[in-house]
């Protein structure tokens, strides 16, 4: 188990403010000179890093520090935090202290100061044993799996005491399938397929949970470079678009903007089902003539130079969800402590996403092959916003275009179960609040937020605003209702 | 002879390296372009049109994957050795238990009419189904992928040893079982002694069927539903629309399935007779 910022604190030779196999300069001189270096040397390796532009990232390859079990990591973790603590977390002095006066000293006076070990069993009886460590994770290998995916090289489900393989998987029916097998603990799916498929609808019901949202916005409508002069919608009968599965916001936002259009999304144009890495190769043989597809693929298209950005969905609808990390109802309450330490490795690391300044690592550490298996370069633009829209010669700079936020709000399941009974996916009467309370666990998922320090909404309703058109989430069948194309 | 050979082998060399050589001409890049502006790097570069890639790259690629055939370097980037064993496994798996099957059902169907006749409908209606038609169905009743890629080559594999066996198996001469008859041997005995091997030819060549079209398949199934396998690395590579990466499989795929082919031929050839 590699496991970040670990290292023993009651060691003068080892930082705690670097991962303990990091490959920074500083942290590779150190482990060559065991006497430490000098202050001028320190000074020297920093401005040479600074110059190069280096992180001190964890090296690609797993290794460093094993614990025999999660119990070990976890009384390592109080310690660490202890001392940190008490040297007030400057690491220069506790390592200087350490130097002085040994660190069995200072191990000694603290436990005389604070009872450790009853700190460290106080700290397990919250968490608790996990009852599992190895587990696996479906993904489809697409920007919005970032948080799923570079919390396994980037170490963050490791943090947790979990030894995930993240699964790359060919499409979101085989996604739904395998969760359903329990072949994965969790998945990464669509915000609507936890409610769909608790519904049953488009599949057996299951009750299934969504602790977190994964992204917002980041994604767009792609079409065919031989459509350059279609910009108006109006113009697109008889295309045909692809979407990645039925129960997707790709599906119900194209829908919406069409509509929206005066388009009737199942008379004038025609919908697939594609799933998200055949789409580049469909649009390139003329089997679509657009589609509205998480990236990296609408990026890949303009890479192509097969296609272009003709709008981002954030310019449909700011802020609007995407995916999302869901498992089923019966994984978290066998579960319970397992299902824990999942979930705050994945809130933890959506909010690791959202930061600008950690995109380019990211783009890094998910583009080989083992992830999503696409060039860094079309990577770092979606997730950077520093991207070219493959119509005019010029690079726009939208640092938003993808953003991370874990909180799913209630309001937003509802609005998708608008949509899912006005385009005639369910019918009847629902009810909308009971069902996304049910599956959008958005209490616990503020709980985890606070916990681990991010402030999470005072409320879980909100009022959304699509194409300028607000979305009230008391009046959902008068929402419905105020639509002029509808199959109600 | 010998001359005829050795010219049939040079002329499909020459056709060989005159294919390749328009390959080669035809898709060349053009110079690598230096000191691209960011605005082109995002673009992906100045080359206006992707294209296939010349044999030149496809070699060169060749040559890198398989020089290391077996590295794992995560759940979902292994090695095409690897890969091509996974996919083999599977095969193999959902092959040997399709002939345990099949072989000794098609000597029940060739020997008894009557059970021929009350099977024949069965197998008429369940032999033309496409194998991976069952694919949602047996992920829904298996619940495991591994599981229902063996049941998908299995599915597909049983009817041509089947239907191969039972020809075979009911078109014995029938001097042949008389004698045996005269002999007094017992009903499991002859067909031991005598009808087995005097079907065998036909029940292998049944078995080559087989194995091809479960080769066929297996790519196919790895493409549905992922995770390992040849069929998983092609639709990872074509993710990335990485051609090169493509043909690669492709000839490896092609290669192996001749392998597989070869070795049930040169088993056939052991068992066959001259009348």
Known sequence: MATKSLGNPFDADTSLTHTNDCSCRLCQAESVNPGGLSDDQRLALLEQQAEQGEGHSQSAKAGGMSFDSSDDLLDRAVESAIVRGVFGHNDTSRRNFIRLMGGGTLATVLGSMIPLEKVKAAVKESMGPLEKTKLKVGFVPITCATPIIMAQPMGFYAKYGLDVDVIKTAGWAVARDMSLNGEYDASHMLTPMPLAMSMGAGSTATPYIMPAVENINGQAIVLHNKHKDKRDPKQWKGFKFGVPFDYSMHNFLLRYYVAEHGLDPDQDIQIRVVPPPEMVANLRAGNLDGYLSPDPFNQRAVFEKIGFLHILTKDIWEGHPCCAFACSQKFATEMPNTYAALFRAIVDATHFSAKAENREEIARAISPKNYLNQPEVVVRQVLTGRYVDGLEEKIYDVPDRIDFDPFPWHSMAVWILTQMKRWGYISGDVDYKKIAEQVYVASETGKVMEELGYTPPATTYKKHIIMGKTFDYNEPEEYINSFAIKRV | ?275
């Open chain 2, 1 to 275: 002879m010998a001359s005829l050979n050795m010219k049939a082998t040079l002329l499909s060399l020459l056709l060989l390296l005159v294919g390749l050589g328009i390959w080669e001409a035809m898709n060349q890049a053009p110079a690598a372009s230096t000191g691209l502006s960011e605005y082109e790097r995002m673009m992906g570069g100045a080359d206006q049109e992707a294209r296939v890639p010349p044999p030149s790259q496809v070699f060169s690629h060749a040559w890198d994957e398989l020089s290391d055939p077996f590295y794992d370097a995560g759940p979902n980037d292994k090695g095409i050795g690897i890969q091509l064993a996974y996919s083999l496994y599977r095969v193999l798996t959902g092959y040997l238990a399709a002939a345990l099957i099949a072989i000794p059902l098609g000597f029940v169907i060739g020997m008894s009419p009557l059970m021929h006749k009350a099977l024949n409908p069965f197998i008429q209606v369940l032999r033309p189904i496409s194998p991976l038609a069952w694919m949602p169905l047996a992920l829904f009743i298996i619940r495991d992928s591994e599981g229902s890629a063996i049941f998908v080559i299995f599915i597909c594999s049983i009817w041509p040893m089947l239907i191969n066996t039972a020809f075979g198996v009911a078109n014995v001469r029938t001097d042949w079982i008389k004698v045996a008859r005269t002999h007094e041997l017992s009903p499991l005995k002859t067909a031991f002694l005598v009808i087995l091997p005097a079907a065998a030819p036909t029940i292998l060549t049944g078995m080559r069927i087989s194995i091809g079209i479960a080769w066929l398949v297996i790519v196919a199934a790895e493409m549905l539903v992922g995770g390992t396998g040849i069929g998983y690395y092609v639709w990872n590579e074509w993710n990335n629309l990485d051609l090169n990466s493509v043909i690669f499989s492709i000839l490896m795929i092609g290669l192996v399935g001749m392998l597989l082919d070869m070795t049930l031929a040169a088993v056939t050839k052991l068992v066959q007779y001259e009348d």
